[in-house]
């Protein structure tokens, strides 16, 4: 759910480029991973998940109306474990979904900090206060009485960590922020509304004009932080989206590090640390190269020994969802200091969908380690589109990369796994 603009309507998926030529076939045997999707906006495409193409499918929440229907997708495909995900393509009934808990800035206004007040003892006023206090320009007495009550983050916050204890590898996401969006007009439906040739999900835009109300930045900033927090306590990886605001996105993410750094060394003197040794260094070099071998006939890794994990104000692995950032931007988030281990994720929709994300991407690309580039659909449809949009955005990496479909599908995999499972 990320748009550069904040304009677009989500559930109208872009037209795909078809030139007509003759294409190298796509190995989908080899398993591919949509790091970032939104089937649970359309519940009638969900049935075709079985019969994707696409190996796994992480299914992000964005808001209080479809919490429980991710969760509802993931007890019944849901993936427990990285055996269970590679054995799950030739089973009959395979597990193909990785939930996410979250609740997306578009809706960051509908939550208040309980912490900083008292009980409520007149709802509507708290109702009037909080919007006029969050939302930018101040709404009117009408515009504010189409909005939801606003809930306790407290509440959420419990609820989410619920869910996301109740599911293996459930990430935190959608969370970020997103300075473009503006709130649409009028009362979002109750009910599934028909739109598209399906029943959409209520809570979303759902087709409704755009107001000149957005959520102020510090309020966004607040959500946000607080996600980022629960994901560290739970040792969860998270799924972050951003529009025209990296430079706060990063600045959020820094202000929960801070204090955690890793300390950077050289390799000569981490080959001199006696093994056993538990301080977090990082090479001042750069990144080790991949083991080349896993993209030939190797086997992949096997699923790691963890140490127990120390909970920590920050997640130990983030997404940049359809990241649309210029290169240096990105370059920020490589920094070996760093105690996050930062993927980033790109989509047909955002990264190709206009003239400016086309004349970047290559650079952004190239820019984006090998290790850590994923890709995504963003789509919120299930079935035939949403693998096609999968296979269109690794054909182009793999193209700007200098990748084979095989080597590339494999990398992609390992990054995927590693983002996911640590």
Same mark, same amino acid.
């Given at each position: 759910?990320?748009?550069?603009?904040?304009?677009?309507?989500?559930?109208?998926?872009?037209?795909?480029?078809?030139?007509?030529?003759?294409?190298?076939?796509?190995?989908?045997?080899?398993?591919?991973?949509?790091?970032?999707?939104?089937?649970?906006?359309?519940?009638?495409?969900?049935?075709?998940?079985?019969?994707?193409?696409?190996?796994?499918?992480?299914?992000?929440?964005?808001?209080?109306?479809?919490?429980?229907?991710?969760?509802?997708?993931?007890?019944?495909?849901?993936?427990?474990?990285?055996?269970?995900?590679?054995?799950?393509?030739?089973?009959?009934?395979?597990?193909?979904?990785?939930?996410?808990?979250?609740?997306?800035?578009?809706?960051?206004?509908?939550?208040?900090?309980?912490?900083?007040?008292?009980?409520?003892?007149?709802?509507?006023?708290?109702?009037?206060?909080?919007?006029?206090?969050?939302?930018?320009?101040?709404?009117?007495?009408?515009?504010?009485?189409?909005?939801?009550?606003?809930?306790?983050?407290?509440?959420?916050?419990?609820?989410?960590?619920?869910?996301?204890?109740?599911?293996?590898?459930?990430?935190?996401?959608?969370?970020?922020?997103?300075?473009?969006?503006?709130?649409?007009?009028?009362?979002?439906?109750?009910?599934?509304?028909?739109?598209?040739?399906?029943? *959409?999900?209520?809570? /979303?835009?759902? =087709? @409704?004009?755009? &107001?000149? %109300?957005? $959520?102020?930045?510090?309020?966004?900033?607040?959500?946000?932080?607080?996600? *980022?927090?629960?994901? /560290?306590?739970? =040792? @969860?990886?998270? &799924?972050? %989206?951003? $529009?025209?605001?990296?430079?706060?996105?990063?600045?959020?993410?820094?202000? *929960?590090?801070?204090?955690?750094?890793?300390?950077?060394?050289?390799?000569?003197?981490?080959?001199?640390?006696?093994?056993?040794?538990?301080?977090?260094?990082?090479?001042?070099?750069?990144?080790?190269?991949?083991?080349?071998?896993?993209?030939?006939?190797?086997?992949?890794?096997?699923?790691?020994?963890?140490?127990?994990?120390?909970?920590?104000?920050?997640?130990?692995?983030?997404?940049?969802?359809?990241?649309?950032?210029?290169?240096?931007?990105?370059?920020?988030?490589?920094?070996?200091?760093?105690?996050?281990?930062?993927?980033?994720?790109?989509?047909?929709?955002?990264?190709?969908?206009?003239?400016?994300?086309?004349?970047?991407?290559?650079?952004?690309?190239?820019?984006?380690?090998?290790?850590?580039?994923?890709?995504?659909?963003?789509?919120?449809?299930?079935?035939?589109?949403?693998?096609?949009?999968?296979?269109?955005?690794?054909?182009?990496?793999?193209?700007?990369?200098?990748?084979?479909?095989?080597?590339?599908?494999?990398?992609?995999?390992?990054?995927?796994?590693?983002?996911?499972?640590?």
């Amino acid at each position: 759910m990320c748009s550069p603009t904040g304009e677009s309507t989500p559930h109208e998926a872009p037209k795909r480029a078809d030139d007509g030529a003759p294409k190298e076939p796509f190995p989908w045997h080899i398993g591919v991973y949509d790091a970032h999707c939104h089937p649970t906006d359309t519940m009638t495409s969900i049935s075709s998940i079985k019969n994707m193409q696409a190996r796994l499918l992480t299914i992000m929440a964005t808001r209080g109306q479809d919490q429980d229907l991710v969760a509802s997708v993931a007890e019944q495909h849901g993936v427990t474990n990285l055996n269970e995900l590679r054995e799950s393509g030739s089973s009959e009934t395979p597990k193909k979904v990785v939930p996410a808990f979250g609740w997306h800035p578009w809706f960051s206004h509908q939550l208040y900090d309980d912490s900083k007040e008292e009980a409520i003892t007149d709802v509507q006023a708290h109702k009037t206060k909080h919007y006029s206090a969050v939302l930018s320009p101040t709404p009117d007495a009408d515009f504010i009485a189409s909005l939801p009550d606003p809930i306790p983050i407290s509440k959420f916050l419990d609820e989410t960590r619920q869910r996301v204890l109740a599911h293996p590898t459930a990430l935190v996401g959608e969370i970020g922020l997103d300075k473009a969006f503006r709130l649409p007009w009028g009362k979002a439906a109750d009910e599934p509304s028909s739109r598209n040739g399906g029943d *959409l999900t209520p809570g /979303g835009r759902e =087709g @409704r004009m755009l &107001s000149p %109300h957005h $959520v102020k930045m510090a309020h966004q900033v607040e959500v946000l932080k607080a996600q *980022l927090r629960l994901a /560290g306590e739970l =040792g @969860r990886p998270v &799924s972050l %989206h951003g $529009v025209q605001a990296h430079g706060v996105l990063f600045d959020a993410l820094a202000s *929960l590090w801070k204090g955690h750094e890793k300390e950077v060394v050289s390799r000569k003197k981490q080959k001199m640390i006696a093994k056993g040794v538990s301080e977090d260094f990082s090479s001042s070099d750069e990144e080790e190269s991949d083991d080349d071998s896993e993209f030939g006939l190797g086997e992949p890794k096997q699923e790691k020994v963890k140490k127990p994990y120390k909970p920590k104000p920050f997640p130990p692995r983030a997404c940049l969802h359809s990241f649309s950032g210029p290169p240096q931007m990105l370059k920020q988030y490589l920094d070996p200091k760093i105690p996050v281990k930062c993927y980033f994720s790109f989509s047909v929709g955002v990264n190709l969908g206009t003239a400016g994300g086309e004349a970047k991407f290559a650079d952004v690309i190239r820019a984006c380690p090998d290790g850590q580039v994923l890709v995504e659909s963003d789509l919120h449809v299930a079935g035939e589109d949403m693998d096609g949009y999968l296979e269109d955005i690794a054909r182009r990496i793999c193209e700007v990369k200098g990748w084979g479909l095989e080597e590339g599908m494999r990398r992609i995999r390992r990054n995927y796994e590693e983002f996911l499972f640590g």
